[in-house]
């Protein structure tokens, strides 16, 4: 059979793949889907509730559609992907001239979750696939057509292709290694490091350095970003958190800017610190929110971590190694943190 008419299925059975994949992921994980609606900052004449909701049965339904859709109805299907695509293309692009790292479940929980030029370059090379489809679905191709012609050496072609979108999909879902817990037999062998330069403003508008903030006491830095749903949850626990940590360790949670340390609402005002440069996220964030544990004796002691159940694990971690250091005779197989000294 000829070439073009393959050529056009094999790009109709992967965006098929990548929206079936995509469209189920995010079903699995309701709560990440609507975390990227305001991670990656969707305008608001979109609702955000009722679009998070509805995203993930209209990727399933397309890659549905273009997979038993005839002729005729194909085009407007092929149009109706490249259009989410662009949509895609669009917000990720935007995203990436945010002053701070982005997070976003795309593919819901699994894949990468850092929003970066791969993420762009990804998204424009689904975007050319969308409008070759469009292309082809125009000129009279069809996945059921194309499939009840296809001879031998068409199927061998087809089966090496859609061997070749398995691999890739089963790559694209290793789990993000940021927010991977780490084995207890590793946790043991964590290497202190100094604590590195970076400049924070208090509360009172005074500014310091790292080491300086943790010479009188150790510090759990909290970096969080404004808009960042996960950022909001973590930042309602940090009284909490401050208060079951107190006297041996502070909380402060670091914001990108003065404006959004003093207008955070969702913990105690004393406990807002900003960063001039944005060095804290750059040192230790590789998205938000994020933790590290600033010892005082100018090592670090813990982290960093990245993520929202990871950082309340890190915690916890934090509180039992106290725990431990407070009560000689508490056993313990060991921590994810080294007591803060």
């Not at 107190?246 to 913990?267: C, I, K, W």
């Amino acid at each position: 059979m000829d070439h073009a008419p393959l050529a056009a299925l094999v790009i109709a059975l992967t965006l098929a793949a990548v929206l079936l994949t995509s469209g189920v992921a995010k079903l699995r994980d309701k709560v990440a889907t609507r975390d990227a609606f305001d991670a990656l900052r969707v305008p608001d004449v979109v609702p955000r509730d009722a679009a998070a909701a509805a995203l993930p049965w209209l990727e399933v339904a397309l890659g549905v559609l273009l997979l038993a859709a005839p002729h005729p109805w194909l085009v407007p299907v092929a149009v109706g992907v490249l259009v989410l695509m662009l949509a895609y293309t669009a917000v990720i692009a935007r995203a990436l001239g945010f002053d701070e790292p982005v997070t976003c479940s795309c593919f819901g929980s699994i894949g990468r979750h850092d929003v970066d030029r791969t993420t762009l370059v990804r998204n424009v090379l689904l975007t050319l696939l969308a409008g070759a489809l469009v292309w082809s679905a125009v000129e009279g191709a069809s996945t059921p057509d194309t499939v009840a012609e296809l001879d031998a050496a068409g199927w061998w072609a087809l089966l090496a292709a859609a061997a070749a979108v398995v691999v890739a999909v089963l790559v694209s879902g290793a789990p993000p290694t940021s927010s991977a817990r780490v084995p207890d037999d590793e946790l043991l062998d964590y290497e202190r490091q100094r604590i590195p330069y970076g400049v924070l403003t208090t509360a009172d508008g005074r500014t310091a350095t790292l080491a300086e903030l943790a010479m009188t006491q150790a510090r759990l830095l909290v970096v969080l970003s404004p808009g960042c749903a996960p950022c909001v949850r973590t930042a309602a626990r940090l009284d909490e958190w401050a208060a079951q940590l107190a006297p041996a360790v502070s909380v402060l949670a670091v914001y990108p800017d003065v404006s959004s340390a003093m207008t955070a609402s969702e913990h105690a005002p004393e406990l807002s610190v900003s960063e001039p440069e944005l060095n804290v996220r750059r040192l230790f964030s590789g998205g938000t929110p994020a933790a590290v544990l600033l010892g005082a004796d100018g090592f670090l002691a813990g982290g960093p971590v990245v993520g929202e159940d990871v950082i309340a694990e890190f915690v916890e971690e934090v509180l039992a190694a106290l725990s431990e250091e407070s009560d000689p005779t508490a056993g313990g197989s060991g921590a994810a943190t080294q007591a803060p000294a």
